[in-house]
C-alpha cells in the first residue's frame, strides 16, 4: 500500500512536470535535488516484481515466471504503441508543436518512423520511459535467476554494468538521437535494487539503514543536493556553491543516471525508509486513497497522464498561461488521472466476479 501510494504520487508529479511552463512543478521533487519521479517509477517497479515474481516461482515454477514477464512486457509495448498513436492524432488535431513533441520526424518520413516505433527506437516526448520498462520487465527471469542463486553475485554484475555506461558510453541504439533517452544498461540498477531490496536483501537492507551513520550520511547528502540545486535555479542561492563543484557536477545525465541521481534517490530511500512509519490498521484517508489507487493503476494512468500533459500545454500556448490556468489544468488533471484509476479498479474487480469466457 505504501509502495502504491508512493508511485502514485510520483504519476501525479510527472503529469505536472510534463506541463512546459508550469508554476506548479515548484511542487514537484526535481526542483529540490538530482533525482526525480523517474527514479520512483523505476525501484519501484523491481521490487514489485519481486514480490509477484518471486512468489509465483515458489507456487508455479520457472514456466509461469517466464510466461509472466512475457506477457506483462507486452502488454507495456502494446501499451506504448497505442500511446503513441494517440499523441500523434493529437499533434495532428493540433496543427503544430511537431518539434516540441518529437513528432516531426513521423509526419515528414511515416513509414521509416513506423518500422523505428516497432522495435522500440523511436518515442516522442514524455514517452520515452516505456521502452525502458518494456526491456526491464522481459529481462526480469534472468535478474530473478541471478538474485535466487546469488543476491550478491546479481548486485556486483548490476553495477559492472552500470559502470561501463559511466565510463565506455554502452547504451541501445534508438532512431534518431542515437541512444535511448532512459537507457535500460544504467537504469536496470534502480531495478534490480528495488527487486533485492523485496527479496533476499531485505534483512541487511534494514540492518544499513538503521545503522548509526546511514542517516547522517544520507541526510547530508539530500541537503547538500538541495542546496545545488537551488543555486542553479534561484539566483539568490548561486553564492552558495562554488563554481569548480558546479563544474564537477554538471551536467548531471538523466539518460545514463548520473551517480549524483543515483546516490541522491538511493538516499531519500533510506530517509524514508527510516521515517515514514508502514500503514497501519486504520483505513487509507481519501486522497491517500486516491494516490494507491493511481499507483495500482500506474500504466494506464501513466499514458493518459501523458497526454493531458500535451492538452494542457496547449491549453495554456493559446489561451491562457497565467497562474489561475496554470492551476486549473494541474488541478483537472489530476482529477482526470483519479478518476480513470478508480474506473479501472472498479472495472477489474467486476472482471473478477464475471464467469470466465472459455
Request: glycine content about 6%; some cysteine.
Amino acid at each position: 500500500m505504501r509502495l502504491d501510494a508512493c508511485r502514485g504520487l510520483a504519476l501525479w508529479f510527472v503529469f505536472i512536470d510534463h506541463i512546459p511552463g508550469n508554476v506548479f512543478d515548484w511542487l514537484t521533487i526535481r526542483n529540490y535535488g538530482f533525482s526525480d519521479a523517474s527514479e520512483v517509477f523505476v525501484f519501484v517497479s523491481g521490487y514489485t516484481c519481486m514480490v509477484s515474481y518471486g512468489s509465483t516461482l515458489r507456487s508455479r515454477g520457472w514456466p509461469t515466471v517466464i510466461a509472466s514477464s512475457l506477457r506483462r512486457s507486452f502488454e507495456i509495448y502494446v501499451a506504448f504503441l497505442l500511446l503513441v498513436i494517440i499523441y500523434l492524432t493529437l499533434v495532428w488535431q493540433s496543427g503544430s508543436y511537431l518539434d516540441e513533441t518529437n513528432t516531426r520526424h513521423f509526419f515528414d518520413d511515416p513509414g521509416t518512423v513506423l518500422i523505428r516505433l516497432l522495435a522500440l527506437q523511436y518515442a516522442p516526448v514524455n514517452t520515452d520511459i516505456l521502452p525502458t520498462f518494456v526491456i526491464l520487465h522481459l529481462t526480469f527471469p534472468l535478474v530473478l535467476w541471478l538474485i535466487a542463486r546469488n543476491a550478491a553475485i546479481a548486485l556486483a554484475a548490476s553495477f559492472m554494468l552500470y559502470l561501463m555506461v559511466q565510463l565506455y558510453n554502452w547504451h541501445m541504439p534508438a532512431w534518431p538521437t542515437g541512444e535511448l533517452y532512459f537507457n535500460p544498461f544504467a537504469w536496470q540498477i534502480l531495478f534490480v535494487v528495488g527487486a533485492c531490496s523485496a527479496g533476499p536483501c531485505a534483512p541487511q537492507f534494514a540492518g544499513f539503514v538503521r545503522h548509526r551513520a546511514a542517516i547522517p550520511l544520507a541526510a547530508a547528502y539530500v541537503l547538500f543536493s538541495l542546496i545545488v540545486v537551488l543555486s542553479w535555479r534561484v539566483d539568490a542561492f548561486k553564492w552558495l556553491i562554488p563554481q569548480m563543484i558546479e563544474d564537477w557536477l554538471y551536467p548531471i545525465y538523466k539518460s545514463h543516471l548520473d551517480p549524483a541521481r543515483l546516490i541522491h534517490f538511493l538516499a531519500i530511500v533510506v530517509l524514508l525508509t527510516r521515517f515514514v512509519p508502514p500503514a497501519g490498521h486504520r483505513p487509507p484517508g481519501l486522497w491517500t486513497k486516491a494516490l494507491i489507487r493511481c499507483g495500482e493503476n500506474s500504466l494506464s494512468v501513466f499514458c493518459f497522464s501523458v497526454l493531458a500533459s500535451f492538452i494542457a500545454f496547449v491549453i495554456l500556448d493559446r489561451i491562457s498561461d497565467g497562474l489561475p490556468m496554470q492551476a486549473a489544468v494541474s488541478a483537472f488533471g489530476i482529477a482526470f488521472m483519479i478518476t480513470i484509476a478508480n474506473l479501472l479498479t472498479w472495472e477489474a474487480k467486476l472482471d473478477r466476479r464475471g464467469s470466465p469466457l472459455f
